[in-house]
């Protein structure tokens, strides 16, 4: 690569580092215009597609760095499985591509761990046990193999054994706080299973302080007030007579939008709708919060102000 690219190229990385997403895809896109064949380029754009929310183009940018022999590949199909698993919910293809990394590099712990992760989302939990079990052949204290292989054991193969294993993993100082949660998590329902209520007690205690400790501050700091004050605000915002308007010209499937609080029911009262031939589901999608982050800031206050023609738009 000359120092010109190569200057390119850093001053694109930096923005998308920044954050700076759609600054960072003009800058990868002007630099595969003149010099396509790098493949790192392809990728990064790739992510910085996907976190724009603009997963088909990500999808294809992926492609273009496998086809431009990227090194690691088996890292550009696991990015493309995590795209259409969360983002476009097509299990299936997103098999196809952990599979497919896996016969580039069958030791691949992270393509093992989501698959194993889909056959779990699946309900098939003999296949999910058996990844979980090869994760651990290959890395034997990979933590979030073992908590999910623990909460994966029937009642009766919970043993002394696995406990120790547990209780030592959670002691390892590599260990993360978010390592500890999922352990901890697996033990407290393991010891529920076996009788041990005060230890089980004692170890979602623990859990919950390592899962507090892990998150991002403003997603796990509940602060009461503030809530109020959001709740307030949305009261007080100005209704819009927006409700039941398509855009002129709009045509083609119609969203329904599924609202509850956690362990509220919406999930389930999701696939009842979604047992209707008419209706496809799209589980708890993003979109909303992006949006707002997005074109709506600060929000509720900026929907007094916004043009009715960019809400029809939005």
Not at 145 to 174: C, G, K, T, Y
Request: proline share 6%; charged share 25%.
């Amino acid at each position: 690569m000359s120092a010109v690219p190569a200057t390119l190229v850093r001053e694109a990385n930096a923005l998308r580092e920044a954050g700076r997403l759609a600054e960072a895809e003009a800058a990868y896109l002007r630099i595969l215009g003149r010099w396509p064949s790098l493949p790192d380029c392809w990728f990064n754009l790739g992510v910085v597609q996907r976190r724009s929310g603009r997963f088909e183009a990500a999808l294809a940018s992926y492609q273009e760095a496998l086809m431009r022999g990227i090194s690691g590949p088996e890292e550009v199909h696991l990015n493309r499985a995590v795209i259409y698993c969360d983002c476009l919910r097509q299990s299936e293809a997103a098999e196809r591509e952990l599979r497919e990394a896996l016969r580039l590099n069958a030791s691949y712990v992270p393509a093992l761990l989501n698959l194993a992760n889909l056959h779990e989302d699946r309900g098939q939990r003999d296949e999910a046990r058996t990844l979980y079990e090869r994760a651990l052949t290959l890395e034997p204290w990979c933590f979030l193999a073992l908590a999910r292989l623990a909460s994966l054991q029937p009642a009766d193969a919970l043993d002394e054994r696995l406990i120790a294993r547990l209780r030592e993993a959670l002691a390892r100082p590599e260990a993360s706080a978010a390592d500890r949660a999922n352990l901890g998590f697996a033990l407290g329902r393991a010891l529920d299973a076996m009788g041990d209520y005060r230890g089980a007690f004692a170890a979602y205690q623990a859990a919950n302080r390592d899962s507090r400790a892990s998150a991002l501050p403003a997603v796990v700091r509940y602060d009461r007030a503030a809530q109020e004050r959001v709740t307030e605000q949305l009261i007080a915002a100005p209704a819009r007579t927006l409700a039941g308007r398509a855009p002129t010209g709009a045509s083609g499937p119609r969203p329904i939008f599924v609202c509850g609080m956690f362990r509220s029911g919406s999930t389930l009262a999701e696939q009842l709708i979604a047992g209707h031939p008419g209706v496809a589901a799209g589980g708890e999608l993003e979109v909303l919060p992006e949006m707002i982050a997005r074109e709506l800031l600060p929000f509720p206050e900026s929907l007094a102000a916004a043009p009715e023609a960019k809400l029809m738009q939005l």
